[in-house]
């Protein structure tokens, strides 16, 4: 059985209460990490932001489509006003001037016909660009919201970061002082149990919370005071004290 004087043993409660910090500290950056709030805020942006592009999309279609109407009505315009030129020259043929006048009706409805659709672009267009407006703003203000969240946690984190590194380097400074030999069957107790040492306090053992049984009770106390014991239940190292019977 380890061996180690009552005092050495009392002081791994000290050193447990830091590790229990430690342990505390790291639950607390997990669950930060794991803010609720993150999934459905990155889902939230990242859908606003895929209807952005649909709608980015169909701007641009329709901006291109208002250009080509623009043309097509240009074109038909700049024919009908060649005709009118040569119509009102008075030259050539009458038959001639008789077909000018056709093709310039002719052209005049094309023109009117592509101007109503120009127009119908147009309205589209206009109406495109208000609801891409809106999704653009509706974009800002979730990636604001989701901002913010993220800034808050990092914050948090941030704060946790320090007091984590305050509180390793005290456990460093503690463990340095201790037995080797005892603290290696701290670590491993700790690392197998999650409970490096605990008080045996009026015959619970608080590694486990438990009452522990009168046969347990009575091979501990018939333990050297400096004999290392152990928690049945929780595997920690029971700290016992006089006081504490």
Known sequence: MAKAAPAEQMRLLDIQVLDAKLRALDAQAKALKEDPRLPDLHGGVTVAKSDLVVLDTEVGDLSRKLTKAEDDVAQVTSR????????????????????LQNDIETLSRRRSALEDAELEVMEALEDARGR?????????????VLDGVVGEIRGKLGALRMERDATAAERAELAASFDPALLAIYDRTLAKYGVGAARLFHGTSEGSGMQLSPGDLAEIKGAAPDDVVFCPDSGAILVRSPEWT
């Open 80 to 99: 009908i006003a060649k005709d009118d030129a040569k119509l009102n020259s008075g030259t050539g043929l009458s038959k001639d001037l008789v077909a």
């Open 132 to 144: 891409q407006g809106a999704q653009q703003a509706l974009v800002g203000q979730m990636q604001s």
